[in-house]
């Protein structure tokens, strides 16, 4: 089905938007946008043309981007003032939903002009402990149901449950088949149950997206690729079949609830680049219980790239696109489903998102 299609790019040094020429066939660059302002996420609503864009840290304040169709402006209204910076920004229904480094969500009622603080999840039981993982204590992924349930990912904390719209929490770490990490602690996620170790998945949350089937949920982490069939109440793990536990992205297809794409690299330690410096988009069309690499399109000679978090993104065309970039300013496009890739831009900044408009 032929379908337009424009790509949301955030980068330590603003937003940028790739303009589809007609049909996927290709791209043109808009920006950068945002006063040059390190952009960790973007969202937009294609019904109306609004775009959001969540950044800031270092030198620049924390708070969101606003595209009302005519012109730009930026808030940190209402975001305190420990906040170092906005990492996600998605609607749900007639709010915005936002979250931050530290861990903490936000909602704004008119628009992304104000946000409030939404405290109760900063106020479950074994909050005061969460650890920071390597970028600090992120809540860095939000996904919405539509009829009041939301689920974030934080690093290094975990993932965590809301039936009314936030205003309570209940955390979903519990694995259902292999052991938790080896010398993890046993811990009380505040259900009244002290959950063992080996129980446990491992906390460090770097992503995780819908399904296309209800209560679905696939998760990449610090430690493997797992599989939720109840909304995150137990987390299968399906690393087997990939070649390293480690990466970041994860995006799944928008009708068929076995397929998924990942991007693996070759460790934590070990340079965060992809295994052998070949590049890989590895797909399942299982559910996980099987992977396969695809490679057309890719470097394979001397490929040293990071693939961040949020810099996987898939569109509802048919067959569905797949996008991701790279911390070398690259913009790799499949309209085939990951079976061929072709470079869509190049020599942009580090590249923190990428996130279909559509």
């Known amino acids: 089905m032929p379908m337009t299609v424009d790509l949301l790019v955030g980068s330590t040094k603003g937003l940028f938007i790739r303009r589809d020429k007609g049909n996927r066939s290709g791209w043109e660059v808009e920006g950068p946008l945002c006063d040059g302002m390190p952009i960790n996420h973007a969202s937009a609503d294609p019904t109306t043309g609004q775009i959001w864009a969540a950044g800031g840290g270092g030198w620049y304040p924390a708070g969101v981007w606003r595209y009302d169709g005519d012109h730009w402006a930026f808030s940190a209204d209402g975001f305190d003032q420990g906040v170092q ?12 939903l936002a979250g931050t480094k530290p861990a903490a969500l936000y909602e704004s009622k008119d628009n992304g002009v104000t946000w409030q603080l939404l405290p109760a999840l900063n106020q479950i039981p074994g909050a005061q402990h969460w650890m920071p993982g390597a970028a600090g204590l992120t809540l860095h992924t939000i996904l919405c149901d539509g009829s009041g349930g939301l689920w974030v990912g934080i690093s290094a904390a975990g993932v965590f449950f809301s039936p009314d719209g936030g205003a309570s929490w209940q955390a979903r770490n519990r694995r259902g088949n292999r052991p938790g990490p080896a010398g993890a602690l046993p811990r009380d996620f505040g259900d009244g149950v002290e959950v063992r170790a080996e129980d446990e998945i491992f906390s460090c949350v770097h992503n995780m997206t819908f399904g296309a089937a209800p209560g ?15 909304g995150g109440q137990i987390w299968e793990e399906i690393t087997a079949g990939l070649p390293s536990t480690f990466g970041f992205p994860i995006g799944a297809h928008p009708r068929n609830a076995d397929v998924i794409w990942t991007f693996p690299l070759n460790g934590d330690s070990e340079g965060r680049y992809p295994e052998g410096a070949a590049a890989a988009v590895w797909r399942s069309q299982d559910g996980g219980e099987a992977w396969a690499a695809m490679r057309s399109g890719l470097p394979q000679k001397a490929c040293f790239f990071t693939v961040l978090r949020q810099a996987m993104s898939v569109d509802r065309a048919t067959p569905a696109g797949v996008y991701f970039g790279t911390n070398s300013g690259s913009v790799f496009a499949s309209t085939d489903e990951g079976a061929t890739w072709d470079e869509a831009a190049r020599h942009l900044p580090t590249i923190l998102c990428v996130e279909v408009m559509q």
């Open 216 to 230: 679905l949920i696939y998760m990449q982490n610090h430690q493997g690729v797992y599989r939720s069939r109840d």
């Open 85 to 96: 910076s906005v990492w996600s920004v998605i609607r749900d229904g007639q709010r915005l």
